[in-house]
């Protein structure tokens, strides 16, 4: 088996300096964790692609749809996606899990902490932001489907996690 690449290492040290478990996925660059978001549990990935110094963070959660919530599934995310600058939501039908993906090209091979570390958020914040949602869309009866306004579900504020800091503005 080949020594883990300087590219995952440097993950490893960030999830370290930051007080997060991962474990290392056997044979891969790939480092596996666990995260408890407002909405929902989130299990990430960060995957290193040394080749090309690149790094990608993967987080998911269960998200069963029947067929007939499928396509509003699909819907909503690429509703979602329109308003994303970085990364991307994903829908996978075999698995049936949402999936927010993001990677980022390096100029080195020792990754920057603070630009990993920002991914890892991102990752983590975007999926919990949206399980309300699609979680709305699958408890919604098939039948009344047709009348969810996926454009104004995605508006309703309710449903986002606070940021923090941001109670103590008035």
């Not at 990677?103 to 630009?115: A, C, G």
């Not at 975007?126 to 709305?136: G, H, I």
Request: charged share 25%; net charge negative; hydrophobic share 40%.
């Amino acid at each position: 088996m080949r020594p883990p690449s300087l590219q995952i290492q440097s993950v490893e040290d960030t999830f370290g300096r930051n007080g997060w478990h991962c474990e290392a996925v056997e044979g891969k660059d790939v480092l596996r964790s666990v995260f408890s978001g407002h909405h929902t549990r989130i299990e990430l990935f960060a995957q290193a692609y040394p080749p090309l110094n690149a790094l990608a963070v993967i987080g998911e959660m269960p998200l069963p749809a029947d067929d007939d919530h499928e396509h509003a599934i699909l819907e909503l995310l690429a509703r979602a996606n329109k308003s994303l600058n970085l990364g991307g939501f994903e829908y996978d039908l075999d698995r049936q899990r949402l999936v927010f993906r993001i990677t980022n090209l390096f100029d080195r091979e020792k990754y920057d902490h603070d630009i990993m570390t920002s991914m890892i958020h991102c990752t983590i914040a975007e999926l919990d932001r949206l399980a309300p949602y699609a979680t709305t869309v699958v408890r919604t009866p098939a039948d009344l489907l047709p009348d969810l306004d996926l454009q104004l579900l995605l508006m309703r504020e309710d449903l986002i996690p606070p940021v923090p800091g941001d109670e103590d503005e008035i």
